[in-house]
């Protein structure tokens, strides 16, 4: 079965400082990993995915992740937050372990502060 | 919008009562999937499904079931309800069985009293 765990259930960074969500997984077979974004009273939208192939992943918004499979990772990045950007973030691991699951992470909050 | 339609948007209910939750899912999607986020347990898998057969089960309750009817639109039934099952009840479909991107829906809001 997979699981995953994200660092820090809330996170607060100044305007204009570099975001770090934390994400770290587990796997039996290879992972198919994602990012979504939930903002108040709305569903999780796609922040960026990893399925094969590079490693340093981009997606909307200035945010980027990379996947390190050494230290079973996959931590969501941006050099520089706005406001807008305030929102819960869930890591996500997709596996077929018997079919396929997406299993979500608690989510971090992130905070920005002008 | 993500072209996924949950109704019905808040539902309050009482303990013992019976609910039913719709989703259809966007155009052309065959999966799809359902989930309960709750503050205490965060965001659940409960279960999915591939044009209309059940693929990957989660934690779901004995008490709750679902079904995929043939025009692809699903239905989640969570009976004799508890206070716990107060929760946000998401919908998400996808083009892909298992490995791409979700596309949720915004939530139907169950209270139980």
């Known amino acids: 079965a997979q699981s995953v765990t994200q660092l820090g259930s809330h996170v607060s960074v100044s305007e204009g400082a570099l975001v770090l969500l934390r994400c770290n997984y587990s796997?039996?077979?290879?992972?198919?990993l994602f990012w979504y974004v939930q903002y108040p009273n709305q569903g999780l939208q796609l922040l960026l995915k990893?399925?094969?192939?590079?490693?340093l992943v981009k997606g909307i918004n200035g945010f980027e992740a990379e996947f390190k499979k050494s230290e079973t990772s996959f931590h969501l990045t941006k050099p520089s937050a706005h406001m807008s950007d305030a929102a819960e973030y869930f890591c996500?691991?997709?596996?077929?372990?018997?079919?396929?699951?997406?299993?979500f992470g608690a989510g971090t909050r992130l905070f920005v502060k002008a | 919008d993500s072209g996924v339609t949950q109704t019905p948007k808040h539902l309050i209910t009482a303990t013992g009562q019976r609910v039913t939750l719709r989703c259809s899912p966007r155009?052309?999607?065959?999966?799809v999937y359902w989930y309960q986020q709750s503050l205490d347990q965060g965001l659940q898998f409960l279960i999915q499904?591939?044009?209309?057969?059940?693929?990957a089960k989660g934690n779901i309750l004995e008490r709750f079931s679902a079904q995929q009817f043939p025009d692809l639109h699903s239905e989640l039934n969570l009976s004799s309800l508890e206070l716990g099952d107060s929760a946000l009840y998401f919908c998400?479909?996808?083009?892909?069985f298992g490995t791409g991107e979700l596309f949720f829906g915004e939530g139907s809001r169950l209270t139980v009293l």
């Open positions: 998400a479909s996808s083009g892909t």
């Open positions: 796997s039996s077979v290879p992972p198919y």
């Open positions: 990893y399925t094969t192939g590079a490693t």
């Open positions: 996500a691991v997709t596996a077929n372990t018997g079919g396929f699951k997406t299993i």
């Open positions: 155009s052309g999607d065959l999966s």
């Open positions: 499904y591939y044009n209309g057969e059940e693929r």
